[in-house]
């Protein structure tokens, strides 16, 4: 149970070009899904926090218009990262909180990751 | 500012060496402390969540404790296949579900 799926695993694409990035719960209803970066060697950091329905929250320094987040399902979230530029190649990865449990609310189960290479 | 700090940076061990990873946090109030591990090229898989001091958890080699400073992820006699960077994260109360992530612990476990 509790499984998140991403895709793509992999993408490359030109500097300019928009890049969009599905996040799925595939077995548990997300009411939260998060989005986060992962540079080589360092850990993860918070982009921004979707709730089904409504807008995202964004963390600090991060450009709500640059990196665009959907969740009009409870499964399905997506992460659009728009006019790419090589210094946004990165590992995205997200995650999602299984609402329908108390013994499993709080935990964020995560997707395998995106790797995005803009060149 | 919530903070979590984890040690050592890495960690080689002998098959069968048994060892333990650290985590110390500051938190404006912890709502849980959780454990993950992480592959290379991978997402976070998830191991264990810690709501209050005194809490243990345990699967298979691996035991997770908590105090109100710190928490710990003990392996004992670990294989090749434990092998993994281990990430450790807080979630304070009052923050909706934000998890603040340490830098991690990268252990090799040699045969």
């Known amino acids: 149970g509790a499984v998140v799926s991403q895709h793509p695993s992999r993408v490359i694409c030109k500097s300019g070009t928009s890049v969009k990035i599905e996040c799925r719960s595939l077995?548990?209803?997300?009411?939260?899904m998060f989005w986060y970066r992962q540079f080589p060697k360092q850990s993860l950091m918070l982009m921004a926090t979707?709730?089904?329905?409504?807008?995202?929250?964004?963390e600090q320094g991060v450009e709500k218009d640059k990196f665009l987040i959907n969740h009009a399902s409870l499964t399905l979230s997506t992460l659009t990262v728009t006019s790419a530029h090589p210094e946004d190649s990165s590992f995205y990865i997200c995650?999602?909180?299984?609402?329908?449990?108390?013994?499993?609310?709080?935990?964020?189960?995560f997707g395998p990751g995106t790797r995005l290479t803009v060149l | 500012e919530d903070q979590v700090t984890q040690s050592p940076e890495a960690l080689r061990l002998q098959e069968g060496e048994s060892s333990s990873l650290n985590c110390s946090y500051t938190?404006?109030?912890?709502?849980?402390l959780f454990w993950y591990r992480q592959d290379p090229g991978k997402g976070p898989e998830f191991l264990f969540t810690?709501?209050?001091a005194g809490e243990e958890k345990e699967k298979e080699r691996l035991k997770a404790t908590l105090t109100k400073k710190e928490s710990f992820l003990h392996i004992t006699a670990p294989k090749p296949e434990d092998s993994a960077t281990y990430l450790c994260?807080?979630?304070?109360?009052?923050?909706?579900?934000?998890?603040?992530f340490g830098a991690g612990t990268i252990l090799r476990v040699k045969s």
């Open positions: 077995d548990f209803q997300a009411t939260t």
């Open positions: 810690l709501y209050s």
């Open positions: 979707s709730n089904e329905g409504s807008k995202a929250t964004y």
């Open positions: 938190v404006s109030g912890l709502r849980g």
């Open positions: 994260a807080v979630q304070a109360r009052g923050y909706g579900n934000k998890l603040v």
């Open positions: 995650s999602a909180r299984d609402g329908g449990t108390p013994s499993s609310r709080d935990t964020q189960y």
